[in-house]
């Protein structure tokens, strides 16, 4: 087991690690949009945020968003899933990987979007 951590990425606010790396696969935690607890001013932003905290720590393990393998993202408010589905699918691409989008009353600081991963790390040939 490897622990994984990226200063490109909030540092973790309680006991648990950015990502750990176990059997080949990488788990990233729950990522938040932002440091300093101040969400950015639209969700857009917050969602672009994410996705690069996430791309951060993934890189830090030898991975991209392209060997993501599962997500689970937590949206405060329902509404918010259009306009999250089409930000993901431009940032994955043509790449699908397995989903979950989870609707909640609220997440941390005021947030709208928590996003935490799976990613197979590729094979070192």
Same mark, same amino acid.
Request: charged residues 10%; glycine residues 8%.
């Given at each position: 087991?490897?622990?994984? #951590?990226?200063?490109? %990425?909030? =540092?973790?606010? @309680?006991?648990?690690?950015?990502?750990?790396?176990?059997?080949? !696969?990488?788990? &990233?935690?729950?990522?938040?949009?932002?440091?300093?607890?101040?969400?950015?001013?639209?969700?857009?932003?917050?969602?672009?945020?994410?996705?690069?905290?996430? #791309?951060?720590?993934? %890189?830090? =393990?030898?991975? @991209?968003?392209?060997?993501?393998?599962?997500?689970?993202?937590? !949206?405060?408010? &329902?509404?918010?899933?259009?306009?999250?589905?089409?930000?993901?699918?431009?940032?994955?691409?043509?790449?699908?990987?397995?989903?979950?989008?989870?609707?909640?009353?609220?997440?941390?600081?005021?947030?709208?979007?928590?996003?935490?991963?799976?990613?197979?790390?590729?094979?070192?040939?």
């Amino acid at each position: 087991m490897k622990f994984i #951590s990226s200063n490109q %990425a909030p =540092a973790p606010g @309680g006991h648990y690690s950015q990502a750990v790396e176990a059997g080949g !696969l990488v788990f &990233v935690s729950g990522m938040l949009p932002a440091g300093n607890n101040q969400p950015p001013l639209t969700f857009q932003a917050q969602v672009h945020s994410v996705l690069d905290h996430c #791309s951060a720590v993934l %890189a830090e =393990a030898g991975c @991209g968003l392209q060997d993501v393998v599962q997500s689970t993202v937590y !949206l405060a408010g &329902v509404e918010h899933w259009p306009a999250f589905n089409q930000l993901y699918a431009e940032r994955f691409g043509s790449h699908r990987p397995a989903r979950a989008v989870v609707p909640v009353p609220a997440l941390h600081h005021g947030f709208l979007v928590e996003i935490q991963l799976v990613a197979e790390r590729p094979s070192q040939s």
